[in-house]
């Protein structure tokens, strides 16, 4: 008998499901940079800083900071951890829609 994934309840929000969704079809690369990430998600700046804060302070993404000339930029992408939860949270939803969950 398999175990039955569970929900992770950070990934869980819609939002965060985009983001954590994005990123990790973006995992090969080296990250996304927070306007792509917003745009591709649909938030807005505050929205988008305070959802990364909250997956980050999960372990799931790591941000990084630089500048381009004189222009700062940050980057998000997601962890080993978070690839994990992402994965386990994915087979929680198969597992809801196929009846199993």
Known sequence: MRQVAKADEIIH??????????????????????????????????NLGS?????????YIALTKDF???KPRTRAAITRAGERAFREHRDYLRDVIEGGG
Do not use: C, P, Y
Request: glycine share 16%.
């Open 13 to 46: 929000q819609s939002l965060r499901l985009r983001i954590m969704a994005a990123l990790h079809a973006a995992r090969a690369d080296e990250g996304m940079e927070f306007n792509r990430l917003k745009a591709l998600v649909g938030a807005t700046d505050g």
């Open 51 to 59: 959802h990364l804060g909250t997956l980050e302070g999960a372990g």
């Open 68 to 70: 381009v000339g004189k």
